[in-house]
């Protein structure tokens, strides 16, 4: 039924649940944000899942993103039999997992999106605003019990780690499931190095959603409606209703006000959390999943749950809604779940060939990891774990393969699990360098092991990066595993001279057999997948031979006069240049 104050909100019964499409939600600023809300027919109050995000409520899972979605389903059939899934929507949860289990779930257009109108800024803080105005008013309809859970991929999580350091006073508990916190380090600029994924990004899932292309957009299959809003709009208006993302972005490139204000400040997170990280996350979300883990107050109720496999399947499939709901039933509706015997830690180890084994544990990084530095020598191009007293180096092209350290075959299984490092002497023969290094593994035939990471089926171990002329580091927040630099200023290089840098490596995990290889790699541009492409790998456009579209090529920020030349690694000698890997031993 239509409601006589508003053309566009109704209400119908279908697939046992009330669904009301359009719902409006003012703002303070009388701009109308629109959700559609799905609950329990009965009215009986019951807790709220909400998401707030830029990819359009409207827009069915498997016309927006049908590669992701033949995919996931191909992986994970299961889900074909969870619900009708009718009413999925890229990286939010499906409500017909939760409204038959006593939850409302709510779907918000952020603004400029979908059918909220107002100007598109991705990730700005007036989103954070709506945010919390819309966790209020969720919290205080009729049919809401007052507890508000936010629960979402991506976008969907990176705005809960924001709006909880606001704390709505109705928001009870967040699952941010791989979602970034620290806008510059995480995706923006990864040491430093310009990263171009919001230029892929905004073209592939953001302007075809604007709020404005009306007529010009895809339809809901349940309702026939644009997924983009009622009006159409020219596209010169619909440019000037909207930021360029990837051009703002370019216009910081030094850790500032700009990037402060869309990042999170978790020293303020008071509210329940379980944050969920992807191992193969590499360029985007991982950091902040594991840091909303170690950076958040003592005292607040927090548990680290990691998985393996792409960025969009885990969070559908049967274990991942199981996790969900066990957490959720505890803090949102009072009831045990269990989850009060839940151990801090959940991990999902892994080993070659897509195996992965669930494994708890109390605390992270793991108490009983060996922090073992494996030693670079440049004379053999091996890494061991002995000090190199003989002085060396090597020179290598920026824009080649650049030179690679390899272990000898390892004695045992080893486990590798946590965050890692790299300290390098570099010398260049321009005035800047960047530093690309990727932990590799090889099997005894020297094929290289690569996983489905979150975007990308040819995810190498792990990759770190840093920007030479940004190697300055913030003693009070580094850690002997992970350097921290405040990228607040670039130092040049004086051609020729040595310099110290510490390459911050992005947490992963891999169980490398007995008789394989541990490689470090060290150029001066993006790791590249040398084998055969999957048809998957072929086609889908954040494949990018094993960076997921987190590649690093802009001109202006790359210029090849400048990161272009040549680079010489100094090591031994007492220039002791290592890799830092945490090796975990066997529970006792």
């Not at 049919?143 to 999580?157: P, R």
């Not at 075809?208 to 409606?225: I, M, S």
């Not at 991942?320 to 009060?340: E, I, M, N, P, T």
């Not at 002085?391 to 965050?419: N, S």
């Amino acid at each position: 039924m239509n409601t006589a104050a508003d053309t566009y909100m109704r209400t119908e019964v279908r697939d046992g649940m009330r669904v009301t499409w359009h719902q409006p939600i003012t703002m303070k600023d009388g701009v109308v944000m629109r959700a559609d809300i799905y609950r329990p027919v009965d009215d009986a109050p019951c807790p709220v899942i909400m998401t707030y995000g830029i990819y359009a409520k409207g827009l069915s899972y498997q016309e927006g993103y049908p590669m992701q979605w033949a995919k996931m389903v191909g992986d994970h059939p299961e889900i074909l039999k969870m619900s009708s899934n009718k009413y999925q929507n890229w990286e939010t949860t499906d409500p017909e997992c939760w409204v038959p289990h006593g939850y409302a779930v709510i779907r918000v257009d952020s603004r400029g999106a979908g059918w909220s109108p107002g100007f598109m800024d991705p990730a700005c803080p007036k989103e954070i605003e709506d945010l919390y105005e819309c966790i209020e008013w969720a919290g205080t309809q009729p049919w809401s019990n007052g507890k508000v859970g936010m629960l979402g991929i991506s976008y969907f999580a990176s705005n809960q780690w924001r709006v909880a350091g606001m704390h709505p006073p109705h928001l009870a508990a967040i699952i941010p499931w791989e979602g970034q916190n620290d806008r510059y380090r995480d995706s923006g600029f990864h040491g430093g190095i310009l990263c171009e994924f919001q230029k892929s990004w905004a073209k592939h899932q953001v302007v075809h959603v604007q709020y404005g292309r009306g007529d010009k957009a895809k339809k809901n299959p349940l309702t026939g409606e644009s997924v983009a809003g009622p009006v159409t709009l020219s596209d010169e208006e619909l440019a000037k209703n909207r930021v360029d993302a990837f051009e703002e972005l370019k216009k910081h490139p030094f850790d500032d006000a700009w990037h402060r204000s869309r990042s999170a400040d978790l020293s303020l997170i008071k509210t329940p959390l379980l944050t969920c990280a992807n191992w193969g996350g590499q360029g985007i979300h991982p950091r902040g999943n594991f840091n909303g883990f170690t950076e958040t107050p003592a005292d607040t109720p927090k548990w680290l749950e990691v998985h393996g496999d792409s960025h969009w399947s885990v969070f559908s499939n049967g274990y991942g809604v199981a996790l969900q709901k066990r957490f959720f039933d505890h803090y949102l509706k009072g009831s045990d779940s269990s989850w009060s015997k839940q151990p801090r830690v959940q991990l999902n180890i892994r080993h070659p060939g897509e195996k992965f084994e669930l494994r708890h544990e109390n605390e992270w990084p793991i108490a009983r990891t060996q922090w073992t530095k494996f030693y670079l020598d440049t004379g053999s191009s091996v890494i061991s774990s002995s000090v190199v007293a003989q002085a060396g180096k090597i020179e290598y092209e920026a824009m080649g393969k650049g030179v690679t350290f390899t272990t000898a075959p390892l004695e045992k299984d080893t486990e590798i699990t946590g965050p890692m490092m790299a300290k390098l002497f570099i010398s260049s023969t321009t005035a800047d360098a960047d530093l690309f290094v990727i932990v590799r593994v090889y099997d005894p035939a020297g094929k290289e092991l690569t996983f489905m990471g979150s975007t990308d089926p040819n995810t190498p171990i792990a990759n770190g990066w840093l920007r030479a002329s940004h190697r300055r580091l913030d003693p009070a927040k580094s850690k002997p595993y992970r350097p921290y630099h405040p990228h607040d200023r670039a130092e040049n290089l004086t051609p020729g001279e040595v310099y110290e840098c510490e390459i911050e490596i992005v947490t992963s995990c891999i169980v490398v057999p007995k008789g394989w290889r541990v490689a470090l790699t060290i150029r001066g541009k993006d790791y590249e997948y040398e084998g055969e492409l999957s048809e998957f790998g072929k086609k889908f456009h954040y494949g990018t031979r094993g960076t997921g579209g987190m590649t690093h090529n802009d001109a202006d920020n790359r210029p090849a006069d400048v990161y272009g030349g040549k680079v010489t690694l100094h090591a031994g000698g007492g220039r002791d240049a290592y890799l830092l890997l945490p090796v975990i031993p066997p529970k006792k």
